[in-house]
């Protein structure tokens, strides 16, 4: 049986804290009860179907916070978030202590309030986006966004009132969560002729929320109306015509709201706009491939625009039918890598690029299409998504001459932007590489996935998927984590010329303490004796699942990768590869054996399915169902003449059942504060309080026989990460 135990503090009169030892019966009896409660919400939450219990935030009270500022910050909607104790944020300038809340009867001890905390931010920290992780008795969650501002004002009623909506302070943050079939609406004070930029942050704060935003007349005339989506915030212009009062009003697309649609409005003023705004999207994974746009806009003209290389320009498609063009000249067999840069900023746009070749001279000259390019890369696993509208290409000159890249918006739609930016960069070609990593989710269908935390028990293995994301000839690319502890276990992984995604399997040993560790994945390719430089992966994280407005996962650019060390359980079985079976080597058309090995303890004794996961083209691993009492078994492999020669890497998902309950002895500390209870009430000196006893006797009676029930082992299902295999293909 996995018997989940408890580790607890106590409070010292100093304000230190003591750790004390797993859950026993002489526990202080203020921590029993909320242990209690808290397991049995973990366990009453599983379906029959479960991973092991591991954090998942998806919700907080505050998604802005004001720099110099105090305020209180709860987790209001998550899972397996019942004894959530700490929050990390990003910058070590916003810190988080846990409030302490009423005490338990007939005890003068203050109980935790878990998932309720201060949070101070300093001074010093700027302006800008910040991501927050909490963490509890399952580990580390997955991240969220808050911003923090100049000046931030939390509306504590909503501002529903037609008749008398709240007043928008120029550059102020004005912040809620909406509600369902409600219009959010507030005052501002426009001036003639005074243009307004409105902004609402969203997405940058892993909102749920499809922004609407309207201005409407005091006649009640609709000045203006924009859509926003799901995947970028929504920022508009506003010219106002008159001096009056006028109405903002802001809703969800879907009228839904509730703790996971919050949204941040900021009214400036675009003579003296805000630096800070500009630094606070939240980017696609497809960003990893983006550059910095230049400051300076390019000035729009008539004529094309001759650029030299490398060239790097700013520039806006100003209305829908805007043509933006640039001169390039080259020479005959000189190779450039051209790209446009929109989409990856979240820009509503899908650019086509056009290369024209110049025909004769002088006043008789035409231009020849010789290429089109309308999207970039285009790698995905179903959740992870890397394409992108923005045209990439590597361009040879056929011919020494001045060439003519014409840029249009395709997406020339103005509901959402009547101005788009983007960037247009040419440089010579050079053949490099970006990488991106993110924690997969462990089930056995690919499409599935959710937000999660980053929990390792002991003997415990999670999946991270690694993308490449190649321009020009890339060789073979090696990928390891490093500086990784000695408490942790990772083989490194391969990914072949002819792939684009690998999988690393990060594994605990015995000897783990509770750690945060944060992941620095690398990649190099190699070519025999030659190595490329280093290239640290960029992190990704899943926002939201698919489901109701979403046909597929929403994902973004993370800060980091932190796995979360847990050393108070223990994985009760282990498919490993035996010694000697690190690095395979396979002819084409030969079958080969890979021997394994299972450790089993309480708990972890009943079948494993094992199926192969990123197996390399034309190679064939058949389900290997590994019998409960095996400890050693072969799978075989097989590969076809087809498959192309190299290094590769691929991992088995067993799919078993394992008895999860929770440690018995926690229902004995449960029945000691009964008993407790229960001489107290014998005592003669308690006559008065007898009627506050029976009740918390009463409570605790049942508590007992309801904890009784829930001690008892139940089957869950859950996917292992492992075996990791490498496998050389020789012709």
Same mark, same amino acid.
């Given at each position: ?281 939240? =980017?696609?994974?497809? *960003?990893?491939? @983006?550059?910095? &746009?230049?400051?300076?806009? $390019?000035?729009?003209?008539? /004529? %094309?625009? #001759? ?117 247009? =960069?040419?440089?010579? *070609?050079?053949? @490099?590489?970006? &990488?991106?990593?993110?924690? $997969?989710?462990?089930?056995? /269908? %690919?499409? #599935? ?127 490993? &590869? ?154």
């Amino acid at each position: 049986m996995l018997c989940l135990t408890m580790t607890c503090h106590d409070s010292l009169a100093d304000g230190s804290v003591k750790r004390r030892a797993p859950l026993r019966c002489d526990l202080p009896t203020r921590l029993i009860q909320l242990t209690v409660l808290a397991l049995f919400a973990c366990l009453a939450c599983q379906r029959a179907t479960a991973q092991l219990p591991a954090f998942e935030l998806r919700g907080v009270s505050q998604c802005f916070l004001a720099a110099g500022s105090e305020s209180d910050f709860s987790i209001t909607q998550g899972t397996h978030n019942s004894l959530a104790d700490r929050l990390l944020f990003s910058d070590p300038g916003i810190v988080a202590q846990l409030k302490q809340g009423a005490t338990r009867a007939f005890d003068n001890a203050a109980q935790p309030s878990w998932g309720q905390f201060k949070v101070k931010v300093t001074p010093e920290v700027k302006p800008g986006r910040y991501e927050v992780r909490a963490g509890g008795r399952f580990g580390l969650s997955n991240p969220r966004a808050v911003i923090v501002a100049p000046h931030v004002h939390a509306l504590t009623t909503p501002p529903h009132d037609i008749n008398n909506p709240p007043s928008l302070a120029i550059d102020t943050v004005h912040c809620r969560q909406t509600a369902a079939a409600k219009r959010e609406r507030y005052r501002l004070q426009a001036e003639a002729g005074k243009t307004y930029r409105l902004a609402v942050f969203c997405s940058s704060i892993d909102s749920e929320l499809i922004p609407v935003i309207e201005v409407v007349s005091q006649q009640g005339n609709t000045l203006l109306r924009k859509f926003g989506n799901d995947r970028s915030d929504l920022t508009v212009d506003f010219s106002a015509i008159a001096s009056e009062p006028v109405t903002v009003c802001l809703y969800d697309a879907l009228y839904r709201g509730g703790p996971t649609y919050h949204y941040g409005l900021l009214v400036e003023d675009t003579t003296q706009p805000l630096e800070w705004t500009e630094h606070v999207q939240a =980017f696609p994974p497809s *960003a990893i491939s @983006r550059v910095d &746009l230049p400051s300076e806009l $390019t000035a729009e003209i008539s /004529d %094309a625009t #001759t650029l030299t290389i490398p060239a790097a320009i700013r520039a806006h498609f100003d209305h829908s039918r805007d043509r933006d063009q640039y001169l390039l000249k080259l020479s005959q067999g000189q190779a450039i890598d051209m790209h446009v840069l929109s989409d990856r900023i979240n820009q509503p746009t899908n650019v086509r690029m056009l290369i024209e070749q110049p025909q004769g001279e002088g006043d008789g000259q035409t231009w020849k299409r010789i290429a089109t390019v309308e999207n970039g890369q285009n790698v995905t696993d179903s959740v992870i998504r890397l394409q992108t509208r923005d045209p990439i290409h590597r361009f040879t000159a056929p011919a020494e001459a001045t060439y003519r890249i014409t840029l249009i918006d395709l997406d020339n739609g103005q509901s959402l932007s009547s101005v788009q930016d983007y960037g247009f =960069f040419a440089a010579p *070609a050079s053949d @490099r590489f970006q &990488l991106l990593a993110y924690h $997969t989710y462990p089930h056995k /269908d %690919a499409k #599935t996935s959710r937000p999660h935390g980053f929990c390792l028990r002991k003997h415990e293995s999670c999946v991270v998927r690694v993308f490449a994301l190649r321009t020009g000839e890339i060789e073979p690319i090696k990928i390891t984590v490093d500086n990784l502890p000695d408490s942790l276990t990772c083989t490194e992984t391969w990914i072949a010329s002819n792939q684009s995604q690998a999988d690393l399997i990060i594994t605990a040993k015995e000897d783990i303490d509770a750690a945060t560790i944060p992941l620095n994945i690398v990649g190099q390719s190699i070519n025999g004796d030659s190595t490329s430089p280093l290239v640290a992966a960029k992190p990704a994280v899943v926002q939201w699942p698919s489901g109701g407005s979403r046909t597929s996962p929403t994902t973004r650019l993370t800060d980091q990768l932190i796995v979360q060390t847990q050393p108070l359980d223990t994985m009760p079985v282990q498919v490993t &590869l035996a010694p000697g079976q690190e690095k395979l080597q396979i002819q084409k058309g030969k079958p080969l054996n890979v021997k394994l090995q299972i450790k089993r303890a309480e708990g972890g004794k009943n079948n494993i399915v094992l199926r192969a996961r990123n197996l390399p083209a034309d190679t064939k691993a058949g389900d290997l169902t590994i019998p409960g009492d095996k400890t050693e078994i072969e799978w075989k492999i097989e590969v076809g003449g087809k498959a192309f020669p190299g290094t590769y890497s691929f991992w088995g998902q067993g799919e078993t059942k394992l008895k999860l309950g929770v440690h018995p002895e926690v229902h004995t500390a449960e029945v000691q504060y009964l008993e407790h209870l229960k001489a107290l009430r014998a005592k003669e000196e308690t006559k008065d309080q007898h009627a506050e006893l029976d009740k918390q006797i009463a409570a605790t009676t049942k508590r007992v026989a309801d904890l009784q029930k829930q001690t008892q082992p139940k089957d869950y299902t859950v996917y292992l990460a492992g075996p990791a295999i490498t496998l050389e293909i020789t012709p």
